[in-house]
């Protein structure tokens, strides 16, 4: 039988303070691999909508005190998963031909996937904006993914996100008191 998750986790919040420089995550995560492991683990007996609830709280806490505009990480280091949907939209944006956003900017990957040809992301400037940010990709907008429903589904991919976002490493060293 799962745990509701609800006793204790009532109490847990993610403050400033908790959100690591994005400088310090690789090594804040190999430091802290075991115990993000255990946690991870512990978090599959939660019940999934208890998990939810309380990933989705701490998400909206997280991002309320933090802005990735200071890290962007993501847009620096990983390449979305990007659907034929998210090359018209890119293309409507860009004014050009969605043939024309294809061999430009994207490539297949060994997975069959379209991702951007180099990192950092070829629409991100010195700033951390976007200049297609309102015609990005799907999996750009719904990064980090730690307010989507089901969260129990990607606890090895945020596991992997810890790495790349402070808010989800933060969330995740959290969740230990879950």
Do not use: W
């Not at 609800?6 to 959100?19: E, F, H, L, Q, Y």
């Not at 993501?74 to 969605?98: F, G, Q, T, W, Y």
């Not at 990064?143 to 945020?158: A, E, G, K, N, V």
């Amino acid at each position: 039988m799962k745990s509701s998750g609800k006793g204790a986790s009532a109490k847990i919040t993610v403050s400033r303070a908790d959100i690591p420089a994005p400088a310090a995550l690789k090594q804040l995560v190999r430091t802290h691999a075991a115990v993000l492991k255990s946690s991870i683990r512990r978090m599959q007996s939660i019940n999934p909508r208890n998990l939810d609830d309380l990933v989705h709280r701490l998400h909206d806490e997280a991002f309320s005190v933090y802005d990735c505009l200071n890290c962007a990480n993501c847009c620096r280091s990983i390449s979305p998963a990007i659907r034929h949907s998210d090359v018209n939209e890119m293309a409507v944006k860009l004014k050009i031909r969605p043939s024309a956003v294809v061999e430009t900017y994207l490539h297949l990957d060994e997975e069959g996937d379209y991702v951007f040809r180099q990192a950092p992301c070829p629409f991100i400037d010195s700033g951390n904006y976007c200049s297609i940010y309102s015609h990005r990709p799907r999996a750009c907008r719904e990064y980090p993914h730690t307010d989507r429903t089901r969260f129990y589904q990607i606890l090895s991919l945020s596991l992997k996100n810890a790495e790349v976002c402070p808010v989800v490493f933060a969330i995740l060293k959290k969740l230990e008191q879950a």
